[in-house]
């Protein structure tokens, strides 16, 4: 890109296990999107070693990247502006609260927003499966890897109801916020519909992007394609307590 323009920067925010590691590089192939992942991880700078080096920072400074907040967006956002791309991130809700950011991104004019949801339930259960392996991104390079990708979890009521807490507080920001800056500032988009092309070209228009949706490419793959009940040992105590919660009509279609 050669204008040197300052184009409307935006940030993805989601819940971990929503697909947003895919969603990142689908954005990042893009010619004029550059869109780095999770700046504001709890365990390191997720930065790559040329901007950690612009910004003065180290893999594990978190607590010095905390303190700089805004500050190591203006930075990222200003470098990006002059070589004419649109600046954009990805991170979750809890990351941005910690460094204390996330009301002012959510409630900014200046920032394009997009919330990532999926199915809460499908989310839950890929969430605590990936805490019993460890295995939390998967791309095409290591799906053959021998990972343990299909070790059934065995459900946990408290634990379900800790997730469907921080899935109801996000649909509540993503609601709010679209009240109040409307649909040119914020786009809800469903982790189902990521590959779906007109839903991509929907995001690209949003964005301000003039990439072609159906030429986006990511390695990243889901993790787990076999039904749902398989995956959970106890399925018949968990359907049991959703239906007793009236929460039945959460289970995605089949």
């Known amino acids: 890109m050669s204008e040197n323009v300052s184009k409307s920067p935006f940030v993805i925010i989601t819940l971990p ?3 947003s590691y895919h969603l990142r590089a689908l954005l990042d192939s893009a010619p004029d999107i550059r869109c780095y992942g999770e700046i504001f991880k709890g365990s390191e700078v997720e930065l790559p070693p040329e901007e950690l080096a ?6 594990k400074d978190t607590q010095k990247r905390d303190e700089m907040g805004m500050a190591v ?9 002059a070589e004419g791309l ?4 990805k991170d979750f809700r809890f990351n941005l609260a910690r460094a204390k950011i996330f009301q002012q991104m959510v409630n900014s004019k200046g920032w394009r927003k997009v919330f990532l949801f999926r199915n809460p339930i ?7 499966r990936a805490d019993l392996t460890g295995v939390f ?3 095409e390079k290591t799906k053959d890897a021998g990972l343990d990708l299909k070790r059934p979890i065995r459900f946990d009521a408290e634990r379900f109801e800790k997730s469907m807490a921080s899935h109801r507080r996000l649909t509540e920001d993503a609601q709010k916020a679209l009240e109040k800056l409307g649909p040119d500032l914020v786009h809800v988009l469903d982790y189902d519909r990521v590959n779906d092309l007109a839903a991509r070209k929907a995001l690209m228009g949003f964005l301000g992007s003039q990439g072609d949706g159906a030429l986006l490419a990511s390695d990243h793959v889901k993790q787990y394609t076999a039904p749902l009940e398989i995956g959970v040992e106890n399925w018949a105590e968990m359907a049991a307590y959703l239906e007793q919660t009236r929460q039945m009509d959460l289970l995605p279609p089949r």
């Open 17 to 19: 296990r929503s697909g």
């Open 54 to 59: 612009f910004l003065g920072l180290g893999k």
């Open 73 to 81: 967006l203006n930075r990222l956002r200003k470098r990006t502006d």
């Open 86 to 89: 649109i600046f954009g991130f």
């Open 122 to 128: 499908e989310r839950y259960i890929s969430m605590e």
């Open 137 to 139: 991104v998967v791309t």
